[in-house]
């Protein structure tokens, strides 16, 4: 079975802190992906990388930056975080052009 | 970006019902298209890719018409357990995964 790993399931922050997202994933994917979901606006894309220290920004990438040194992990990084950066946090792994598998995400709260 | 779109419901069915849901998406450049289930709380997880000749597996079927570029998922002889969230999700040229924003089942005995 696909495993991808967050590192919390749930993860409080100060506002103006910088926090670490990490992801793992054990089945050689070339593709990672960092979405957050939020209610009544669906799982929207931050980040994404299709190789080793590449990356690409999805729709909302500002307020955060990658990291992808090897290739079964992806971290995400709120460089300063603030309250309206509490969500759901959901890392992804996939094959080129398949389905992805997600970890089991981490909900962090910013106060 | 590039938009995925689907009616987000709620669909209120019974057991036993045969229930369809429709995506369309804007990116005709759109190479991979997949229907994922997401329960409450929970992270979402992959149903079926759509293949472009239609596909089965079970009592989900899925078709593609790129013509018109929709996608849809159907649902036959519906169970309590298929009570959730179905989300619509195309690629964006091979690379990015794009989510719709999901429509809800709950199916009802």
């Known amino acids: 079975d696909v495993k991808v790993t967050q590192s919390s399931r749930y993860l409080v922050k100060r506002t103006g802190e910088k926090v670490f997202l990490e992801c793992v994933q054990d089945?050689?994917?070339?593709?990672m992906f960092w979405y957050r979901q939020d209610p009544g606006l669906g799982l929207r894309l931050i980040y994404f990388s299709y190789d080793v220290k590449m990356k690409e920004k999805g729709d909302i990438p500002e307020g955060y930056s990658v990291s992808r040194e090897k290739k079964e992990r992806f971290s995400l990084i709120l460089e300063s975080a603030s309250t309206n950066q509490t969500s759901m946090y959901l890392c992804a792994s996939s094959p080129r052009a398949s389905g992805a598998f997600f970890g089991q995400g981490t909900r962090l709260t910013v106060v | 970006r590039k938009e995925v779109e689907q009616d987000p419901g709620p669909f209120n069915v019974p057991e036993g019902a045969t229930v369809a849901f429709n995506c369309t998406y804007s990116n005709s450049a759109s190479q991979s298209f997949f229907w994922y289930r997401q329960d409450c709380r929970k992270e979402p997880k992959l149903l079926m890719s759509?293949?472009?000749s239609g596909n089965e597996d079970g009592r989900f079927t899925a078709q593609l018409n790129r013509a018109s570029q929709y996608i849809s998922l159907l649902i036959r002889d519906s169970k309590l357990s298929d009570s959730a969230t179905y989300l619509c999700?195309?690629?964006?040229?091979?690379?990015?995964?794009?989510f719709g924003k999901g429509t809800t089942l709950s199916v009802s005995s």
């Open positions: 089945m050689d994917h070339e593709n």
């Open positions: 759509v293949y472009s």
């Open positions: 999700v195309v690629d964006q040229a091979g690379t990015a995964l794009i």
